[in-house]
């Protein structure tokens, strides 16, 4: 399966792109050669170590395992690098840096001016009444003495450069990283995908390998980590996945982030536009036709999962009372055949059952008559915002003309999928690679197999 992606993902690299694929022990030496065929091994540049959770569970018959590995090959020899940095280790800062300015409330150390090689005449002069053999010139030094980072303790003292904390580029990341976390279960970035990638992951790999303004391409994206660290770091980008539920959640996804002018930036491609282009897709693949017409209306299926349903194939979640604060759901039913009265009648039966507020039929076909009067005769849900009716069917072609679900208003009320964490304007306010999860969501550089 890889090793002809491997080989297309390698005609649309530019010459001073690089590719990082993504996967765990198991499989990276296989991997690993099949790059080398691709990529040639001249180019290999990093197997990089990504501890992804202490070790834990069973280890009763070999060492636990606890890391994943990507692998960084680039396409020629010459390739965009952006050295990355960790911050120093507190206990560091806290030993070297032990002074703070009172203007500013930087922290600083004093480092020494003199030079190691005392052999060098034109270095040798008086400052500040100290003949020494000096690190610079004597107007560079005047200068620096003048901007207030050279300093003396006491008169006929050593003269002593101030070199501060904020102006120091941290530790050089290396081939092991042990300070990004996995999204963990209770994490604000975590959105349900299954495969899932801390989004820290996805910058550093982003910001080292590729400028503002280059294409980060993901031909497997997933719930779209990859395209978030693109969007947030200002490159253009493209993502990939066959499935239209991951689709449905990067939509999301960008839009809670990014707010709702974000969808004017990118279109989707590969999505039915039409009738009989969703009746193919219906024909082709019963479950992505699902997903599919589930996204028109911003609800989640009921289990991505094949198998039994117990006639829920969607469902949508709200808030309409702020006094209790109960969270209400609406039901979903999505049929690509022919439909019938008895398909409403079995709709009315789940939606007692599971004590739903509104329930409604998306169809290829439009309903009967029959059908009609068997959804009528359910009612209405009342809310603050008026009546809606408890049964409501719904054409392929009525959402595509943009007819949507009669329930309370979505904005402050729909909690169907769970929110990324919102950027700031402009996108800027990049979170820290230390910063962990309880304390919070064609390539001119970069190719990934991430989510």
Not at 104 to 113: N, S
Not at 295 to 318: Q, S
Not at 359 to 383: D, K, N, W
Request: charged share 25%.
């Amino acid at each position: 399966m890889m090793a002809p992606r491997l080989q297309e993902l390698k005609r649309v690299l530019r010459p001073s792109g690089s590719i990082f694929l993504h996967c765990d022990p198991t499989a990276s030496h296989y991997l690993k050669l099949l790059m080398d065929a691709v990529f040639g091994p001249k180019h290999f540049r990093n197997e990089i170590i990504w501890q992804r959770t202490n070790a834990k569970g069973l280890a009763f018959t070999r060492f636990a395992s606890n890391h994943d590995v990507l692998l960084w090959s680039t396409k020629e020899d010459a390739c965009t690098w952006h050295p990355q940095y960790s911050p120093h280790d507190p206990e560091y800062v806290r030993k070297f840096y032990r002074y703070v300015e009172p203007e500013t409330g930087r922290r600083y150390r004093l480092a020494d001016l003199t030079n190691p090689n005392k052999n060098r005449p034109n270095l040798t002069y008086e400052f500040l009444g100290v003949t020494r053999v000096w690190r610079w010139t004597q107007d560079r030094m005047k200068e620096a003495y003048k901007k207030g980072l050279i300093i003396q303790s006491r008169q006929g003292a050593v003269p002593v450069l101030k070199r501060y904390l904020d102006e120091q580029e941290g530790n050089p990341v290396g081939d092991i990283w042990t300070d990004i976390l996995p999204v963990q279960a209770q994490a604000a970035e975590r959105l349900g995908y299954p495969t899932q990638k801390p989004l820290a992951l996805l910058e550093r790999i982003v910001d080292a390998c590729s400028n503002p303004g280059d294409v980060v391409l993901d031909p497997f994206c997933g719930c779209g980590t990859t395209i978030d660290a693109a969007q947030k770091l200002g490159r253009r980008w493209i993502g990939i996945d066959v499935t239209h539920l991951a689709i449905n959640l990067i939509r999301h996804r960008l839009k809670d982030t990014y707010g709702d002018d974000i969808a004017k930036t990118y279109e989707v491609v590969g999505e039915p536009t039409s009738v009989p282009d969703a009746g193919v897709l219906a024909e082709q693949d019963p479950y992505q036709f699902q997903w599919w017409a589930l996204g028109l209306v911003g609800a989640r299926p009921a289990d991505p999962k094949k198998g039994a349903d117990r006639g829920i194939d969607g469902r949508l979640y709200f808030h309409d009372d702020p006094s209790s604060g109960a969270t209400k759901q609406i039901i979903f039913s999505v049929k690509a055949g022919k439909i019938s009265v008895a398909h409403v009648r079995d709709l009315c039966h789940v939606l007692d059952r599971e004590n739903a507020e509104i329930g409604v039929l998306i169809s290829m076909h439009a309903p009967t008559q029959p059908m009609r009067a068997e959804a009528a005769s359910a009612g209405f849900y009342s809310s603050p915002w008026g009546k809606h009716p408890r049964v409501q069917l719904l054409t392929v072609g009525d959402l595509l003309r943009g007819v949507r679900v009669d329930m309370p208003p979505a904005t402050g009320v729909n909690v169907t999928f769970r929110k990324a964490r919102k950027h700031g304007k402009g996108g800027n306010d990049q979170l820290t690679l230390r910063e962990t999860d309880e304390e919070y969501g064609f390539n001119q550089e970069t190719e990934f197999e991430s989510d």
